[in-house]
């Protein structure tokens, strides 16, 4: 009953209920009436009464239906099932109080369990959620794109992996119109949610500390909405607070993501990287972010090497980001011979424009679309679109698909490390030389 939502069931009622006691008919109507939905829509019946009426009409977006004189609740959801449009979002309420049945039940495509006697807070709450997850960005079934899961990783901090994160994940939600998810995985400061001004919520944290709770009913309740085709899971959780997990519940949150979006986009710590080399499994593509400095050639290198040992199935596009015309500690030139590859993508240093993002409360794409960083950026996320996506097998087509520069080198790491340093010498060099 949970299936994909598509725009189609836009043209439904909002809200019908089917009830057996006077109690809970009374308290349902005066939850309609607060949503300004048509009281005649709740019906005295309960579920029988709900499975004779759906078969002859339409279904509606949120449907309560109470199981109280249901003998078998198991196998009459069964029966509603058959009757329900796919997309109708159910709540059920009974009189049994048994985890088991509630499992059960969920598992069969219920939305929500409430037991009663329900307060109305609860059945608000319970409603609004049920609105929440009709309204969430969903995968359409007759879509047969692969998914595309994008991780973001900054070779130093301060390189501005979140700043492309959250714009990638903006890009392709909202310019390439596709239900994306974002994960941003630094679970004490990440900004994920903060980038887009919006409250990140307990949804990740809660899944760390419970990751046996983490299935798609999780996910549509824990995620925050950006846009119709934008949903985040962030945190901020207390410096106070340490969370300590195996990493399993980061992979199965990208598992019901890749079930429930089109594309992931994960903001990715470097340091979990040693801890959790299991996140990259699933990996399309790796946006590396770097920055034309000595520490950031010398992390580059030795994550480029970790990637082709780890992940050697993810595509990496590196970005260089914060380039300057003049004054910068590396040249281009010097960048791409010590990392061995060429950088994919120039995003220019634009203070000015990510100010403003950040005080508009938007991403930087969105900000600064018209200015050369914000065109840069869209350049970044076809390209990390491009890359996430299967190739063609048609080797004519797979020659003339543009495609990152990939590592093709043999040499050691050490031997790159030792490069990159032989290049103080020549900068002190430069630095001593007289003005002409």
């Given amino acids: 009953m949970n299936a994909p939502w598509k725009p189609g069931s836009a043209g439904r009622d909002p809200f019908h209920a089917y009830v057996c006691d006077d109690h809970s008919f009374d308290m349902l109507r005066a939850v309609a009436a607060e949503m300004g939905w048509p009281l005649e829509k709740v019906h005295k019946g309960g579920l029988r009464n709900a499975v004779q009426s759906l078969s002859m009409a339409a279904s509606p977006n949120v449907l309560f239906v109470d199981l109280s004189e249901s003998g078998d609740p198991l196998n009459d959801i069964g029966s509603l099932a058959e009757v329900c449009e796919p997309g109708t979002v159910v709540i059920a309420a009974g009189q049994v109080n048994d985890v088991r049945l509630y499992r059960d039940l969920i598992a069969s495509g219920i939305q929500d369990y409430l037991l009663k006697p329900f307060s109305p807070d609860h059945l608000r709450d319970s409603v609004a959620n049920a609105q929440a997850v009709f309204l969430a960005p969903k995968l359409d079934a007759t879509q047969e794109r692969a998914h595309v899961t994008a991780t973001v990783i900054g070779a130093r901090g301060g390189c501005g992996a979140s700043t492309i994160a959250t714009s990638l994940a903006w890009l392709w939600s909202a310019k390439d119109n596709r239900a994306t998810s974002l994960l941003d995985l630094d679970v004490h400061f990440g900004t994920g949610a903060l980038a887009m001004d919006l409250e990140p919520g307990r949804g990740l944290t809660d899944a760390i500390e419970n990751p046996s709770r983490i299935d798609g009913l999780f996910i549509e309740r824990a995620m925050v909405r950006a846009n119709d085709n934008l949903a985040i899971l962030s945190a901020e959780a207390p410096i106070s607070q340490p ?194």
């Fill in 243 to 436: 969370l300590l997990t195996d990493g399993g519940a980061f992979y199965q949150l990208q598992e019901e993501m890749r079930g429930a979006f089109e594309c992931t986009v994960v903001d990715l710590p470097r340091h979990m990287l040693v801890n959790h080399p299991h996140l990259m499994a699933d990996a399309n593509v790796v946006v590396l972010t770097s920055e034309f400095t000595l520490a950031a050639a010398r992390d580059t290198i030795r994550l480029l090497s970790w990637l082709k040992s780890n992940a050697p199935h993810a595509r990496v596009v590196v970005a260089a980001n914060k380039v300057q015309p003049v004054g910068q500690e590396m040249s281009r030139k010097d960048f791409e011979q010590s990392i061995e590859r060429k950088v994919d993508v120039l995003l220019p240093y634009d203070p000015k424009s990510a100010a403003q993002a950040a005080k508009l409360g938007k991403t930087l794409a969105e900000a600064a679309k018209s200015a050369k960083i914000g065109q840069a950026i869209a350049q970044l996320g076809r390209i990390a679109l491009q890359a996430g996506e299967p190739e063609p097998e048609d080797g004519a087509a797979k020659g003339a698909r543009a495609k990152p520069a990939r590592d093709t080198s043999g040499a050691s790491l050490m031997g790159k490390l030792a490069d990159i340093k032989s290049l103080l010498p020549r900068r002190k060099a430069r630095e001593s030389e007289p003005a002409e």
